[in-house]
C-alpha cells in the first residue's frame, strides 16, 4: 500500500493508493473548501485510465480538516463517472454528512425532459410564429374593445357594478393631483411656440399674430396633445402597474370567481375618471399654454397684456374650444384602454409588470397620435 | 448548556412607529441548534426574522452575532453577517426574470471567484439537493409553488451559509413535500452544522425538528416559554403555550372538565 501520485494543489488534497490489482483508493485531506485550490475530478478519470482496470473506489478522509460544497462537487463528478463507467464506489470512507448530502443529491433523478436546450426556429417559422402572435393581440385589442362597450351599455342601464369611492379616488389621482406637471408642461409648451413664432413675425413687424398663433394652437391640439402624453406617461402607466400587480397577485382571478367583471369593476372606473378629467385638463393646459405665449409677448415683444389678451379672444373661437375638448376625451378613452389593456393582459412575473407598463405607455402615445392625425384629417375635410 | 451562542437577542423590542409588536425579548439560539420561532397568527414572528436578519433595525434592544452587535457594526461589518446567513421566504421571493440557474449563480457570481464553469456544478449540486434538478433553465412562473419554494432554498444554500432562517417553510405545502423538507433542514444541520431558524406554527414540523424554541404571545406582547418543544409540551404549566402545543385540545378539555365539574357540583 503506497502511495503512488500525489497531489498537492492549494490545501485540498487527494492521494491515489491502489491497494490491491483492481481497487482504486482516494485519500482526500486538506480542507475542501470552495475557492481553495482543488483537484480536478479529471484527476481521477486519468487515474482509472492508466494503470489496470479498476474494479472498485473506495475512499478516506483521515486527514480532511473541512470540507464544503468544493467536495461535493468533486465526489458528485467522480460518482458521475463511475456510474458511468460501471465502476462501484465504496461510500463508507466519506464522513456521515458528506454521505447524507451525496444520497439526498441523488434521490430524486435527473429529469431529463425538463431539461431545454434554446432551439433555433427557421426564419419562416418565425416570421409565421410573429404573424400568428400579431393575429393574437389584434384579436384580444378587439374583444377588449368590445367587452368594454357591453360594460358601458351597462353603465347606461345602470347596471354596471364597481364602488363609486374606486372612482373618484381614480378621478383625483389622474385630474387635480396631475396639475402641477400639466401646469409647467403647458406652461413651457406655450413659451416654446411663441418664441418659435416671435422670430419669425417680428421680421414682419406682426409681433401681435403670436398670440394668434399660441391660442389657436395650444386650444386646438397642442395642450390635448401634451396632456395626452403626460397622462400616458403618469396615468397610464399606473394603470398597468396596478392591474398588472392585481394579475401576479391573483386579486383579478378572485374578482372573477366572485362573478363581478373586472371590466366593470375595475377598467370602467378608470375609463370614465380618465374621460371625465381629460377635457377639464385640457383645458387647463390650454389657459396655461396661453400664459406661457403672453409671458414672452409681454416680455419680449413689448405687447401689452390687454392687446395680448384682445388678440387672443379674436383668434380663439368656440369651435377650437370644443375639437381641443374633443381630442382630450378620444385621448382618455385611448389612454385608459391602452393602460387597462395592458394591465390586464400581464403575465404572472414582476418583469411582466414592467413590460405592461412600458407597452401600455407606448401604445398610449402611439394611439394618441394617430388619433390626432385622423381627427386633423376630419375636421379638414368637414371644413371646421 | 455548554453549547456556544450563535446568535443573542437581548432585550429586543419591535415597533412599527409607537405600535410595540413584541418587548422584552431574552433568548439565545446556539450553534447547530434548530431553534423554532412560534406563537399564533400576528404575534410578530416574522418580524422577529425581520430583526434577525438584518432587514428591520429593533426600536429597542441588541442583536449579537456571536460577539458582534449587529445593529452597532459598520455596515461593512453587517455585510459580513449577512454573507454568512441564508433565508428561505415564505413563498421563495425568487427573481421572476431569472432562470433557477441564474437565481442559484447569483450570489456566488458577486461574492466568490469561482469561474462560470465552477458556479454551473454548484447550482447543479445544490438544486439537485433539493431534487430539482433538471430544472435549470425554468423561470419561476413555469414551476409549481412547492418548487419555487425548494428552489429559494437551494439560493439560500448556495453560499454555505452558517445560519439558515426558514420563514414558515411548510406553508402551502403538501404533507409529503413538507415531511421532505423537514428532514431536509435534519439533514442540512447534521452536515454542514449550519444552526437552523425557523419561523412556524406546523405542530407537526416542530416536534420533529426542533430542539429549542421561544414562544411568542401576542397579548401580553412578550416571550411566554422558552425551551425544546417536545419539554414544553410535557412539562409547561401555561394554559396558552399547552394549547398552542396541543391545537386547543387542552383548552378544550380543561373547559369540558370545568363544565363537568360544575355539573356536578349543579346535580
Known sequence: MSPSIQRQLGQGEVTFIRPNGDTLHLRLAGAWKLGNALPSASEVEKQIASGPPVRRITFDTQGLREWDTGLLTFLVKVLDQCAQGNIPTDLEGLPPGVQRLLRLARAVPERKEASRKAVREPFLARIGASALRWGQSATEVVEFVGEMALAIFRLFRGKARFQRSDLFLIMQDCGAQALPIVSLISLLVGLILAFIGAVQLQTFGAQIYVADLVGIAMVRVMGAVMTGIIVAGRTGAAFAAELGTMQVNEEIDALKTLGIPAMEFLVLPRMLALVLMMPLLCLYADLMGVLGGMIVGVGMLDLSPVAYFHQTCQAVSLTFVWIGLFHGAVFGVLVALSGCLRGIQCGRSASAVGAAATSAVVTGIISIVVATAIITVICNVIGI | ?267
Open chain 2, 1 to 267: 448548556m455548554g453549547k456556544e451562542a450563535h446568535i443573542t437577542v437581548q432585550d429586543l423590542t419591535m415597533a412599527y412607529g409607537s405600535f410595540v409588536i413584541q418587548r422584552d425579548l431574552n433568548f439565545s439560539i446556539h450553534r447547530g441548534d434548530v431553534f423554532v420561532i412560534m406563537g399564533g397568527s400576528g404575534c410578530g414572528k416574522s418580524t422577529l426574522l425581520r430583526h434577525l436578519v438584518g432587514l428591520k433595525p429593533p426600536s429597542q434592544g441588541r442583536v449579537f452575532y456571536g460577539e458582534i452587535s449587529f445593529w452597532e457594526a459598520d455596515p461593512s461589518e453587517q455585510d459580513r453577517i449577512m454573507r454568512r446567513i441564508g433565508i428561505l421566504y415564505q413563498s421563495g421571493a425568487l427573481w421572476s426574470s431569472m432562470t433557477l440557474a441564474e437565481n442559484v449563480a447569483l450570489p456566488l457570481k458577486q461574492y466568490t471567484s469561482l469561474t462560470p464553469p465552477q458556479i454551473q456544478e454548484v447550482v447543479s449540486l445544490k438544486l439537485s439537493l433539493v431534487g430539482l434538478s433538471g430544472f435549470e433553465e425554468f423561470y419561476p412562473s413555469e414551476i409549481s409553488g412547492g418548487m419555487r419554494k425548494r428552489a429559494g432554498l437551494a439560493r439560500a444554500m448556495a453560499m454555505d451559509p452558517e445560519i439558515l432562517f426558514f420563514d414558515e417553510p411548510s406553508a402551502g405545502l403538501d404533507p409529503i413535500s413538507a415531511r421532505r423538507l423537514d428532514d431536509l433542514i435534519l439533514d442540512l444541520r447534521d452536515s454542514l452544522g449550519a444552526t437552523i431558524v425557523v419561523v412556524t406554527h406546523e405542530l407537526a414540523s416542530i416536534f420533529a425538528i426542533a430542539n429549542d424554541s421561544v414562544f411568542l404571545d401576542a397579548t401580553t406582547k412578550t416571550m411566554i416559554a422558552r425551551g425544546d418543544p417536545k419539554q414544553l409540551l410535557a412539562e409547561s404549566k401555561d394554559p396558552q403555550v399547552l394549547d398552542f402545543l396541543t391545537r386547543g385540545e387542552a383548552g378544550a378539555q380543561a373547559e369540558k372538565s370545568e363544565m363537568d365539574r360544575q355539573g356536578g357540583e349543579g346535580l
